[in-house]
């Protein structure tokens, strides 16, 4: 029994280093497929020079692109198109806020996901409104008004409601 045991062992010890290493080897450019192929063409050259963590974010996003309607891969076209025409500075500070959401908290996210989607459906001309008087607000403004609404957040639906029924009635 013992013997077995220190068999066992002394194999998987040896075993493991291979299975891990197996596990970081590069994805071939001949294992994808073709839709895989065509879509990430302008990789191939370097594809082996990938990490596999990296040629796994790619399929995944292969996989994602295949899921698009139509209407949803033309939408994504056009705004990569603008990317590519923004300046260099724009780029870099859009990937810096992008990089600083990503570190929030999931919930944080979520609750800036949710609000930026309810400014989205609000006719164009409430939206051009809100930007207006945000644009004409000084910084202590913003800075009182970003306190307000946290002070909200804490508070009960039913307390929430409460003080905007309150200041409707002023």
């Known amino acids: 029994m013992n013997n077995r ?3 066992y062992t002394f194999l998987i010890g040896l075993l493991l280093p291979l299975y891990t290493q197996a596990d970081q080897t590069s994805i071939p450019w001949e294992s994808l ?8 063409k302008k990789f191939e050259n370097r594809w082996s020079d990938f990490p596999r963590e990296r040629q796994l974010k790619l399929r995944k996003g292969v996989e994602h692109w295949q899921q698009l309607s139509p209407e949803q891969k033309q939408n994504a076209k056009q705004k990569f198109k603008r990317w590519k025409q923004l300046p260099a500075k724009e780029k870099q500070q859009l990937r810096q806020r992008f990089n600083t959401f990503m570190q929030l908290p999931a919930e944080e996210r979520h609750r ?7 400014f989205k ?3 164009e001309e409430e939206r051009e409104q809100l930007r207006e008087r945000w644009n004409n607000m000084t910084p202590e403004e913003r800075q009182k008004l970003k306190q307000r609404r946290q002070q909200m957040r804490q508070l009960s639906p039913q307390q929430r409601r409460a003080i905007i029924q309150n200041r409707m009635n002023r």
């Not at 800036?112 to 309810?118: F, I, V």
């Open 5 to 7: 045991l220190l068999t």
């Open 121 to 123: 459906q609000l006719p």
């Open 33 to 40: 497929s073709t839709e895989e192929q065509t879509v990430l």
């Open 112 to 118: 800036l996901q949710k609000r930026y989607q309810w």
